[in-house]
């Protein structure tokens, strides 16, 4: 366990996503558990984001906007939907806007284009944003994610190693570099549990899963680390997700584990890992 040095402390945010309760329900079990804030995307419609950011007001929780809709092929469109989304995320005052930016298949090009527009608008609005580490979107790989955090040295990044040992089926091993530089530039954390075949363990409680746990929890204190060398604000999402992530049992369909408990189990071991 790292040493107990004293400097901001690391601010804990639950996950919206699979969450099935009435929303002030939500809110007022989060904050319960010890949660600064929640982590989630707005609808379009102003009236109702509104409605969810004065529940959250008034629970006295903050937010972390959440990006992830945009799925165009192409990139005019793509380019739309992703300022409309951003533009609407900073109007409702985020702490900063997380966003799963790109395509793993655009070119180098095109998804730097997306990156020069978070910028413009983050310049424009106020609002701090940073681009997630996750399959599918321009960040979906450690070498890949090196080449875009050398070549743009003002990228910040949400890590979320998880989705990278699925994708290269390993515990990264072999990229100490790609690893190291996207701990330098991380700003926000998700700390998800993932292993060589899949983003999310069942349950990060289990003894089956101890090695894959410390693995994580050995990145993890090497980015607080950073922080605090740096004096640095660093913000954390539990964010073990629903099914699919979840597995399910094959015949009953339930889950494997509760979602619930098992970000509240992240919560509490980071908090006072870290105190």
């Known amino acids: 366990m790292p040493e107990s040095v ?4 690391i601010r804990f945010y639950a996950p919206e ?11 007022q079990r989060v904050k319960a558990a010890g949660y600064d804030g929640v982590e989630l ?36 469109e793509h380019s739309r939907n992703y300022e409309t989304y951003l533009r609407h995320l ?32 983050s310049a424009e ?24 955090l050398t070549r743009l040295p003002d990228l910040r990044i949400c890590l979320d190693i998880s989705h990278w040992c699925a994708v290269h089926e390993s515990m990264l091993e072999d990229q ?35 090695e894959t746990l410390n693995a994580h929890l050995a990145w993890w204190d090497r980015l607080v680390a950073i922080h605090r060398a740096h004096g640095t604000q660093l913000t954390v999402n539990t964010e073990f997700g629903p099914a699919p992530y979840m597995p399910l049992h094959p015949y009953t369909q339930e889950p494997l584990a509760s979602q619930w408990d098992v970000n509240v189990f992240m919560l509490n071991l980071l908090k006072q890992r870290y105190a």
């Open 176 to 210: 100490p570099e790609a690893v190291q530089l996207a701990l330098s530039r991380a700003d926000h954390l998700h700390s998800r549990v993932g292993f060589p075949e899949g983003p999310q363990v069942a349950d990060p409680r289990a003894p089956a899963w101890t």
């Open 41 to 76: 995307a707005l609808p379009l419609d102003e009236v109702a984001s509104q409605t969810l950011v004065d529940t959250l007001r008034t629970h006295g929780l903050t937010w972390i906007g959440q990006y992830y809709q945009s799925v165009e092929r192409d990139l005019a």
């Open 6 to 9: 004293p400097g901001i402390p």
């Open 90 to 121: 900073a109007a409702f005052g985020p702490v900063f806007i997380n966003c799963q930016t790109g395509k793993d298949y655009f070119s180098v090009a095109q998804n730097s284009r997306l990156f020069e527009l978070a910028a413009r608008i």
């Open 17 to 27: 996503w699979g969450n099935t309760l009435p929303f002030g329900e939500f809110c």
């Open 125 to 148: 609005t106020g609002v701090r944003i940073i681009h997630e580490t996750h399959r599918g979107k321009a960040l979906f790989a450690a070498h890949v994610t090196q080449e875009y």
